[in-house]
T-cell receptor, first 113, second 110 residues
Framework: DGGITQSPKYLFRKEGQNVTLSCEQN?????MYWYRQDPGQGLRLIYY???????QKGDIAEGYSVSREKKESFPLTVTSAQKNPTAFYLC????????????FGPGTRLTVL | GEDVEQSLFLSVREGDSSVINCTYT??????LYWYKQEPGAGLQLLTY?????DMKQDQRLTVLLNKKDKHLSLRIADTQTGDSAIYFC??????????FGPGTRLSVLP
C-alpha cells in the first residue's frame, strides 16, 4: 500500500519543548516538503529536500530543523525558538512524470499548551 | 515574488454549478493545479492543467486557463454536499517548488 504517512495525527507540546514530526513515504519520490497551514493563509513552505543528505530552507524556516538521512524519511523538528508553533503541518512528496504533482500526507496538528 | 490569489469563501445551492477562481503572477508557470482539502485531512489532487492548454474536462470538473490574464478557474457541475471543502489553486514554475493560494472554502447548501 503506497503512500505518505505522518505521525502522530495530534500532538501536544508544552512551551519550551522541542518536538519532532514524522513523515515517511514509500512512493520512491526524490523530493520531500514540509508545509505549515494556518487558517485563511494557505500553505507556507518550511523546508524541502530534493535528494538524500540535502535540504533547503523555505519561506518560514526559522525555529524549525529537518534531516534527510534516508530517501523515505524527512522528519521535522519544531524547536522552542519557534514563537507560534500551533498549526497544521503537512508533508508532501514530488516526482516528475505524467502528472508532475505533489502528493500530500494526512497531516499532523500540533498544539502548544 | 510569485503569488496566487483566491477568494476565501463561496456558497452554492446543491445541484448548482460552482466556479472557483484563481489568479497567479508567475508567467513561467508550467503546471497549474487544483487540490481539495476536507476537514483535518491532507490535500487531494483534483486535477491539473499544463500551461499550453486552455481547457481540461474531467467528469464534473472543468478547468479553464486564460494564460494572458493569468487566470485559472475550476467549475464543479451539479455540486453536491460532499463537495464542501477547501479548494486550493497552486502553480509550479521551473524547478520543484510550488506556490499555493490561500484556499477557497466552498459551502454547499441543501
Amino acid at each position: 500500500d503506497g503512500g505518505i504517512t505522518q505521525s502522530p495525527k495530534y500532538l501536544f507540546r508544552k512551551e519550551g519543548q522541542n518536538v519532532t514530526l514524522s513523515c515517511e513515504q514509500n512512493l520512491n519520490h526524490d523530493a520531500m516538503y514540509w508545509y505549515r497551514q494556518d487558517p485563511g493563509q494557505g500553505l507556507r513552505l518550511i523546508y524541502y529536500s530534493q535528494i538524500v543528505n540535502d535540504f533547503q530552507k523555505g519561506d518560514i524556516a526559522e525555529g524549525y530543523s529537518v534531516s534527510r538521512e534516508k530517501k523515505e524519511s524527512f522528519p521535522l523538528t519544531v524547536t522552542s525558538a519557534q514563537k507560534n508553533p500551533t498549526a497544521f503541518y503537512l508533508c508532501a512528496t514530488w516526482t516528475s512524470g505524467s502528472t508532475d504533482t505533489q502528493y500530500f500526507g494526512p497531516g499532523t496538528r500540533l498544539t502548544v499548551l | 515574488g510569485e503569488d496566487v490569489e483566491q477568494s476565501l469563501f463561496l456558497s452554492v445551492r446543491e445541484g448548482d454549478s460552482s466556479v472557483i477562481n484563481c489568479t497567479y503572477t508567475d508567467s513561467s508557470s508550467t503546471y497549474l493545479y487544483w487540490y481539495k482539502q476536507e476537514p483535518g485531512a491532507g490535500l487531494q489532487l483534483l486535477t491539473y492543467i499544463f500551461s499550453n492548454m486552455d481547457m481540461k474536462q474531467d467528469q464534473r470538473l472543468t478547468v479553464l486557463l486564460n494564460k494572458k490574464d493569468k487566470h485559472l478557474s475550476l467549475r464543479i457541475a451539479d455540486t453536491q454536499t460532499g463537495d464542501s471543502a477547501i479548494y486550493f489553486c497552486a502553480e509550479r514554475g521551473y524547478g520543484q517548488n510550488f506556490v499555493f493560494g490561500p484556499g477557497t472554502r466552498l459551502s454547499v447548501l441543501p
